[in-house]
């Protein structure tokens, strides 16, 4: 049995929580409202974020940080990518001891264009409390684990045993875990499918149908892994769980946020109605930023993520930006995907 904080009780945070009780671990789930943590303790649900679900008596809700870290040498992250820095922050002034950081959380951040294990890592310069940084990424709507439905996520860190504690802390039945070395793959897979997921969405609000999805997932998947090689990822990575899994759970299913998001934005709804209708964090919103600056940066094409980003922060209307996309000069399919993946 281990001690784990899950830091972040909403759907993601709360499901992977009830993952760790499954495999009898003693679970700390910190939230910052006084009400939800008492609504986990008392009743054992979590009814905003996982509605008619029952949590194991094993999952402690602590909105006191310190409390919840008290003798903890593993730290699951779940909180979004804008508040990465402030909670790193935060945890750094209560921690007693050094922990192995596990963090479920996909995005990139604008400006700095950091992945989230560059942010951790940089938050934890020059302090001896941080061990080693692991991702767990890969197709898991936090509805269908909390059912205990077959799922399988991939972990990877710069240390294969941190890797292999992650694998062996999460591994069940239903839960199953690959360990993967491309911790820079894993990153930008699971970061960049919600833009792409968000394009499939609001394909569908403006009506288009599945021949238009297929081709935003199949050339979003190209600009994806294209971007991902000139970071230095393998490949390889992009047609497995991290890559082609979760850009396919992502783009297809009713839980997806970014996909309802786009939903949304395809039928004339403004970027501020469907933030405030969501009610939820849209982590490719502000990853899309993000990741257009970036390719712009390293000099990568990325037509889809650059289309996204006009319609989200320039004004253009979602048909302007098909008709562009679909307007662009004529290429050669294979031609591409020998660049594209092998360079």
Not at 81 to 91: F, M, P, Y
Not at 155 to 182: C, G, K, M, W
Not at 216 to 223: H, K
């Amino acid at each position: 049995m281990t001690k784990v904080a899950v830091i972040g009780a909403g759907s993601w945070g709360t499901a992977l929580a009830m993952v760790l009780a499954d495999n009898e671990h003693e679970v700390r789930l910190w939230a910052r409202r006084p009400d939800q943590i008492e609504e986990i303790n008392k009743h054992h649900t979590n009814s905003k974020y996982l509605p008619n679900i029952v949590l194991s008596e094993r999952i402690i809700g602590h909105n006191q940080l310190a409390k919840a870290l008290d003798g903890v040498e593993v730290i699951l992250l779940v909180v979004p990518t804008k508040a990465i820095r402030e909670t790193v922050k935060e945890l750094k002034k209560v921690m007693k001891v050094p922990a192995t950081i596990i963090h479920a959380s996909k995005g990139i951040e604008p400006g700095t264009h950091k992945r989230i294990s560059e942010m951790i890592e940089e938050e934890f310069s020059g302090s001896h409390m941080l061990r080693d940084v692991v991702v767990l990424s890969g197709p898991s709507h936090a509805e269908e684990v909390s059912l205990r439905q077959p799922t399988t996520v991939a972990v990877s860190s710069n240390n294969n045993e941190a890797s292999e504690l992650a694998q062996d802390l999460f591994i069940n039945q239903h839960f199953r875990v690959y360990t993967n070395p491309d911790l820079v793959g894993v990153e930008i897979g699971g970061a960049l499918k919600n833009s792409i997921a968000l394009v499939c969405g609001l394909t569908n609000g403006l009506g288009m149908g599945d021949n238009t999805k297929a081709a935003i997932m199949t050339r979003g998947l190209a600009e994806i892994a294209r971007i991902g090689v000139r970071l230095g990822a393998n490949p390889l990575t992009f047609a497995g769980l991290s890559g082609l899994g979760d850009l396919i759970v992502t783009c297809t299913s009713v839980h997806s946020r970014n996909f309802r998001a786009g939903y949304m934005i395809g039928e004339g709804k403004s970027l501020d109605e469907v933030l405030q209708s969501m009610g939820m964090v849209v982590e490719g919103i502000r990853t899309t930023k993000a990741a257009h600056e970036l390719a712009q940066k390293v000099e990568v094409d990325m037509p889809i993520t650059s289309a996204l980003n006009a319609v989200l922060f320039e004004g253009l209307h979602p048909k302007e930006a098909t008709e562009r996309l679909m307007g662009r000069v004529k290429k050669h399919e294979v031609e591409q995907l020998d660049v594209d993946f092998l360079r």
